[in-house]
C-alpha cells in the first residue's frame, strides 16, 4: 500500500509554526530580564491559533481565486487579508488567553477592545509574512508553469513546422525518372531494373524523413548518388557528377532529405535549362566548428533569387532553424560567370 504524501502546504504550515515556537522561546531564554508566567503556555496556544487561522485565511484566499487576479490587485488583497485576519487572530488568542487565565500580568488594567487592537498590530506581521510568502510561492509556480506551457507550445509549433515541411518534400523527378526507365526496359533491361531500385530508395527514404529530425550525413549521400545516377540517365552525357566528400564527415547528422532537395534544385533550375547541360558537384568537409555542404551547379541566379524557384530553398532555411537555431546558415550564389554555389553550415557537437 502507497502511503499518501503530506503536501508541501501542510508541512510548511507545520515546520513554520513550530519554527515560531522555538523562535520565541530562543529569544526568551537569551534575552529576557525577568521570569513571564505562562509563557511557554501562551506560545503554543498563539501558534495553534495561528495554525488555524491562516489555514481558514488560505481557504478564502482560494474560494475568491485571488491568486488568479492580476499582481496589483494581489498587492491590495494581502494587505487588506493581512489586516482583517490579524484582528481576527488577535481577538480569538486574547480572548482565549483572558478566559483561560495564561495572559501576562498588567501593572494597569486594559479592557478586552484595547488588547486586541495592541496585540492585533504584532499578529498583522505573523499575517503579512505568511501571504508574502505563500502569494510569492504561486507566483513562482505560476511562471514557472507559463514557461513551461511556452516551451511546449514552442516545441509544438516546431514539431508541426517541420512535419508541414517534410510533407512537402516529395520528388518532383518521379515522372521523368519513370519515363527514362520505360525506356531503358527494351534497350538497357538490367541498367532498368537498377534504376527502378535507385528510385524505390529515394521514395523510401522520402516517406521516413517525416519520421525523423535528422539522419546520418552517409546516408543522405547514398540517396543523393541514386537521385543523380536516375537523372543522369536523363541527361546523358549533358550531366557530368564529381563528389568531394571528407570520409570524416559520414557520420554527421543532417536533415533527412535536405541535401537531396539542394541537388535536385541544381538540376531543375540549372542543368535542366542549359543547352549543353553541366556539371554538378557535391561537397563535404569540416570547416572550423561546423558542418560544410556545398552543391555546386552549372547555371545563372540573375542577380537574385526569385520566389518562383520553388519550396526547396524555404523549406532548407525553415528546417535549418527549426532545428539547430542562429548558428546554422544557408546562403545560395552566383560565384562564377556561369556557376551558382548553395551552401550549408551546420554547427558541430564538440564531444
Known amino acids: 500500500m502507497i502511503k499518501k504524501r503530506i503536501s508541501y502546504y501542510w508541512l510548511c504550515q507545520c515546520v513554520g509554526w513550530s519554527a515560531f515556537i522555538l ?3 530562543f529569544f526568551y531564554i537569551t534575552l529576557h530580564t525577568q521570569e513571564t508566567p505562562f509563557i511557554y503556555h501562551v506560545l503554543v496556544l498563539e501558534a495553534g491559533i495561528g495554525f488555524i487561522v491562516t489555514h481558514v485565511m488560505r481557504f478564502f484566499i482560494k474560494s475568491y481565486k485571488i491568486v488568479d487576479k492580476p499582481v496589483n490587485e494581489q498587492v491590495f488583497y494581502i494587505f487588506f487579508i493581512s489586516i482583517l485576519f490579524a484582528l481576527i487572530y488577535a481577538a480569538i488568542g486574547t480572548t482565549l488567553e483572558q478566559v483561560l487565565e495564561i495572559e501576562a500580568p498588567r501593572q494597569k488594567p486594559i479592557n478586552l477592545l ?29 511562471t514557472r508553469q507559463a514557461q513551461l506551457d511556452k516551451i511546449r507550445l514552442e516545441s509544438l509549433v516546431k514539431e508541426l513546422e517541420l512535419k508541414t515541411i517534410k510533407a512537402h518534400i516529395n520528388p518532383h523527378f518521379i515522372f521523368n525518372a519513370l519515363n527514362s526507365i520505360r525506356a531503358l526496359i527494351d534497350e538497357n533491361p538490367g541498367r532498368a531494373r537498377n534504376a527502378i531500385t535507385e528510385l524505390s530508395n529515394i521514395l523510401r527514404s522520402s516517406m521516413q ?11 543522405e549521400l547514398d540517396i543523393v548518388k541514386d537521385y543523380l545516377a536516375l537523372e543522369y540517365i536523363r541527361f546523358e552525357d549533358r550531366l557530368k557528377i564529381e563528389y568531394q566528400i571528407d570520409e570524416d564527415t559520414l ?3 543532417v536533415p533527412p532529405m535536405m541535401l537531396q532537395t539542394l541537388v535536385e534544385n541544381a538540376i531543375k533550375h540549372g542543368i535542366g535549362k542549359q543547352i549543353g547541360g553541366g556539371v554538378v558537384k557535391v561537397v563535404s568537409d569540416f570547416k572550423e566548428n561546423f558542418h560544410e555542404l556545398v552543391v555546386l551547379n552549372t547555371g545563372y541566379l540573375n542577380g537574385h533569387i526569385q520566389e518562383g524557384d520553388g519550396f526547396g530553398l524555404f523549406s532548407t532555411k525553415n528546417r535549418l532553424q527549426l532545428l539547430f537555431g542562429e548558428k546554422a546558415n544557408f546562403e545560395i550564389k552566383q560565384v562564377g560567370s556561369d556557376l551558382v554555389e548553395a551552401r550549408i553550415l551546420i554547427p558541430v557537437e564538440i564531444k
Open 23 to 25: 523562535l520565541f522561546i
Open 114 to 142: 484595547n488588547k486586541i487592537m495592541r496585540a492585533s498590530m504584532g499578529c498583522f506581521m505573523f499575517i503579512l509574512i505568511w501571504n508574502m510568502i505563500y502569494f510569492a510561492y504561486h507566483y513562482i509556480l505560476k
Open 209 to 219: 524523413a517525416e519520421k525523423v529530425e535528422t539522419v546520418p550525413f552517409e546516408k
Open 251 to 253: 557520420d554527421q547528422p
